[in-house]
């Protein structure tokens, strides 16, 4: 009979609880950040999250993943917060009332990296569509991530620049990984092929062989990130007060700092878009 009732009463809990999401997310002192793989990879967010616990008593639990999959999620309600780096797609998530609050935060850039001898002669170029035009014309390997994350998104744009469609006739030169920026490197090195990275990522890759960044600079490779609210109307479970502090946070003076103190070895790999 104990137990009987026992069961019964958590019911009744389990099913008020059901009920009232706003609660439980009420009473989280967590948020989960979706976030984009090179954050996480390069070490920024070990650097930024303890400092924001500090200050807020809130933790931070972090989904690393491609901007892509990383909004996906977010659509599902699965996390608080999205930590990502592609406009279009995130205007969109934000236009169709997935989220609210987007706010851009920081910026690095994008490299493309290749194997010292540079069969496509593409060093010192700095037009970026003369640079895939010289990797297409020559046929030498290129690994792409084909993930539709916020690189493999932005490398599409760049072949458009540049009037091709590497893939529209199953080029061999052209392969798509379909894995995170890592792995795709991997492979890259491994092939000799070339690929398109964010600096940050490239800064922290172990295994670069022989390889190295052999063009870089062109303005159309800005990779700006943004920090966005996953929607709690939408989503009654999310933790909307601790998402706002985070918000909040990343983009205060301090916070802003903080994205700029960041350094991997003696180098700067992300700047704050706070103007001094």
């Known amino acids: 009979m104990f137990k009987r009732a026992t069961l019964w009463l958590l019911a009744i809990d389990l099913f008020a609880l059901a009920l009232s999401p706003q609660l439980f997310a009420k009473n989280k002192n967590y948020i989960v950040l979706q976030s984009t793989t090179s954050v996480q990879n390069s070490g920024l967010l070990g650097h930024l999250i303890p400092i924001f616990h500090k200050k807020t008593g809130v933790g931070v639990r972090v989904v690393a993943v491609g901007t892509g999959q990383a909004l996906k999620n977010a659509r599902n309600g699965d996390g608080d917060v999205l930590l990502v780096h592609s406009r279009a797609a995130e205007k969109r998530f934000v236009s169709l009332g ?5 706010h851009e935060v920081m910026y690095n850039d994008y490299v493309v990296i290749g194997p010292r001898h540079d069969p496509a002669n593409i060093r010192m170029i700095d037009d970026i569509a003369q640079v895939f035009l010289n990797i297409s014309s020559k046929r030498v390997p290129f690994v792409s991530r084909g993930d539709n994350s916020g690189t493999h998104i932005r490398e599409l744009s760049l072949w458009n620049i540049a009037g091709i469609a590497p893939d529209a006739d199953g080029a061999a ?8 920026m890592g792995a795709t490197l991997n492979i890259a090195v491994g092939m000799g092929a070339y690929a398109l990275t964010d600096r940050a990522t490239w800064l922290s890759f172990q295994n670069k062989g022989d390889f190295e960044v052999l063009a870089q600079g062109d303005t159309r490779l800005s990779n700006p990130y943004s920090v966005i609210l996953i929607n709690p109307v939408r989503h009654p479970h999310v933790n909307g007060k601790g998402g706002r502090a985070f918000i909040k946070w990343l983009t205060s003076p301090e916070g802003q700092g903080a994205i700029n103190a960041f350094r991997l070895n003696g180098e700067q790999l992300f700047y704050s878009v706070l103007k001094n």
């Open 98 to 102: 997935f989220g609210i609050e987007r």
């Open 173 to 180: 030169w052209y392969r798509e990984a379909g894995s995170g």
